[in-house]
């Protein structure tokens, strides 16, 4: 059994949070590879080391004088080194960030020494062997990630070592510079190392209990969400969940490893388990709800137009021409409304409904925007009858308009558009019938 | 004021209907002009006089012995004649009928004579002038409708005709043979001499109180609706609801001329007022239900399709190809689904599936079959917040799966799809729900 197991940023950000994560790793033997970040924030005003590490190289490459900045970030670390009572020197290391710096070797590569030199302090405490990611993880001369290549060799590289720290968010070019992944950072780093040395878990260490049902920025103590789909989580994702990042989840999800998300400061919390399929019921019926602010309705009314073939294709051709994306479609009879995204959508929507008018002659066109669309999700919906009602029940009782409603065949979710102001209510109202 | 009347054929059915016709139509002095139909059935089992001509025809064109039946055809008229006491022979109009059998006049001659017959009658019944619609309702070379050089016509000939009986179902043609309405018959005649003398109201007399809530064939003694709008009555209609003909309702629609449903044999009903606009209120915040069967899901998934832009446009152009309109999209996250009518998709499924396939690349596609749709209607649906909550709480308790939901910004219907089997069921529950 192998686990690949990531700490976020706030898992190792002193010391304290250091002996956590290492009692984490060390309670259980099949841990063998550990993917850690920099160090993030110890209270809420403090700054992360990537932040300072940035700041330092702006300072450094402007001709300003950055020592000052950089006795700061090696305090942090030297702060956790001694605190931990590790026989350990980063000297050497630190003048070569300093040459590193002052030789322009780049953002990124500023960037990157956060995780670079978490690690080498990890695999110190641990035990573990410290593995460069630069030495193993490849991007190609266009900046992509190479996966061929990263997969190969992490392959290679970890087949004799039995036990390994792997810095998480950055690798190397063919240039031999160093580059950072753009979004999802080390989330996306422990991914590919899970895959790569066919894991059978990806544990994902951070700060919460696991995903939530609701945003808590809306709804107060959501419930965890037990397990979910990796469906079921990029469509909460795409609603504007706050969720793991894509890029992160596809290695996993091709080797068909699940993700568990865990709580370093409560490790015995089960997490959230993130799974291609299940036969487990969520706890809710529902898995969790979602929703974004933001949207338009096209309102096209037209006799008959469900009998005119073409009807539909030439009015999305419209939009797509403008080259915008439609997000929903629901139609009446005689009416189609079409859900877009209004910031993107309010530069062109003369040219739309112009285009419209003239290739489809509409009894009416009229644009509503102040939309706020929500997305139910769950797995459990097509199985339970009744979940329409239950929601809907919530809405009428809290005098929330439905302005809009879509669900098509799959019944994994279903989308509800209200007025942008009864948003909040709306998404409370679900959420109780529900979960309570 | 001028009221347009219309009479069904089973308000003309026999002596007996004449004379409940006559008392309407002397009630009140502005009923100027009246459009009667053949006479239609007396009971259950009895044969329409159209339909005896058609048959009358058919053997006078075969060479057949034809004239036993037609003595039937006179006897029809003769009897309603006699039990009226009118001094009356339509002997001379019979012969002419016999000629235009012998000489081939045309089938739709042949059925047009129920009208033209019965007009005779009842414009001599009441009292009122006899004008043939064969010299002022005309249709073009190619056999549509003459619609400005009609309304011409008519507008010339009734000018000094202060009350006229202008039989229904039938014009004239530029070769003067005599062609009759494809579908709609009489009303389409009601509604244009309404339109022509620009009348306060058609009034549409059948044998009914007017439009029914739901389908009397599967909810018991269904409410009437009170008052509709011509939108409304589009989209019921559309979904299989038994109302007037689009044709029908054209001539009126466009000159703002409200239609009264009346019931011949319960004149004080107030029946259905149907109308361009309304701040009436439905009884039942739904004006109507109505439903179909024989529709089939197209299921198609794929991850990220919302940010694909031109994806949905692909996908309908492979049906538009196939020459199919589709009634509704509904669609969720990464999934979207197409309703088609059954009966046309079946024969290109696989054209449509693999033209999908090749222009979109989805991760998956599923056809169900089996379904059937719902439409609630409604004006009032748009104000009264909760209606989707009555709708899909009725269908729970009724242990109804809803297969698929569309209601877009208009709110003036949802659409449901449910499964075939359940349709009755669907359909009884929000009947219920709405009407009780």
């Known amino acids: 059994m192998i686990k690949v197991t990531k700490f ?21 033997e099949s841990r063998r590879y550990v993917v850690p970040s920099a ?59 300093e040459a590193g710096f002052k030789g322009r070797a780049g953002r990124d590569y500023a960037a990157s020494r956060g995780e670079f030199l978490n690690g080498i302090i990890l695999a110190k405490y641990i035990g573990y062997e410290f593995v460069d990611a630069a030495e193993v993880v490849f991007f190609n001369e266009d900046g992509s990630f190479n996966a061929a290549m990263t997969n190969q060799a992490v392959r290679d590289r970890l087949e004799n070592i039995e036990r390994a720290v792997i ?27 899970a895959a790569a040395v066919k894991a059978d878990l990806y544990e994902n260490w951070t700060d919460v209990s696991g995903f939530l049902v609701a945003d808590p920025r809306i709804i107060k103590n959501p419930a965890v969400i037990n397990t979910i789909t990796y469906k079921e989580l990029r469509e909460l994702s795409y609603m504007g969940a706050t969720v793991l990042h894509e890029d992160a989840i596809f290695p996993v999800r091709k080797e068909g490893i699940p993700i568990n998300i865990k709580n370093t400061n409560a490790p015995e919390d089960p997490g959230t388990m993130i799974v291609e399929s299940t036969s487990k019921k969520p706890e809710h019926i529902i898995t969790g709800i979602a929703g974004k602010k933001g949207f338009s309705a096209v309102n ?6 469900n009998s005119e073939i073409g009807f539909g294709r030439k009015v999305l051709e419209q939009f797509e021409k403008n080259g915008l994306s439609f997000e929903h479609m629901p139609s009446g009879i005689d009416t189609m409304t079409v859900i877009v995204q209004q910031s993107e959508f309010e530069s062109k929507e003369q040219e739309v409904l ?3 008018h003239r290739n489809t002659s509409p009894d009416s066109i009229e644009i509503e925007a102040g939309l706020a669309l929500i997305a139910v999700v769950g797995r459990a919906m097509k199985s339970a009858k009744g979940t329409a009602f239950r929601i809907f029940e919530a809405l009428a009782k809290s005098d929330v ?9 799959s019944e994994l979710n279903i989308i509800i558009g209200v007025h942008e102001e009864e948003f909040e209510k709306a998404l409370q109202a679900i959420y109780s019938a529900f979960v309570k």
């Open 8 to 28: 976020g940023g706030s898992s190792l950000a002193n010391a304290e949070q250091f002996k956590k994560v290492a009692d984490i790793i060390l309670a259980d």
């Open 39 to 97: 160090p993030g924030k110890r209270f809420a005003e403090d700054v992360k080391v990537t932040d300072m590490l940035y700041a330092c190289y702006k300072a450094a490459i402007s001709g300003q004088e950055f020592e000052k900045k950089f006795d700061e970030i090696k305090e942090r670390y030297n702060g956790i080194i001694r605190e931990l009572g590790l026989d350990l020197s980063l000297d050497k290391e630190y003048d070569a960030i």
């Open 167 to 193: 810095p998480g968010f950055y690798g190397s070019t063919p240039n031999d510079t160093i580059k950072t992944f753009s979004r999802g950072g080390s989330d996306i780093t422990g991914s590919i190392v």
């Open 300 to 305: 096209i009314e037209k006799d008959m137009m």
């Open 354 to 356: 112009a285009g419209i």
């Open 401 to 409: 308009n439905v302005k809009m409603i879509d669900q098509g065949s």
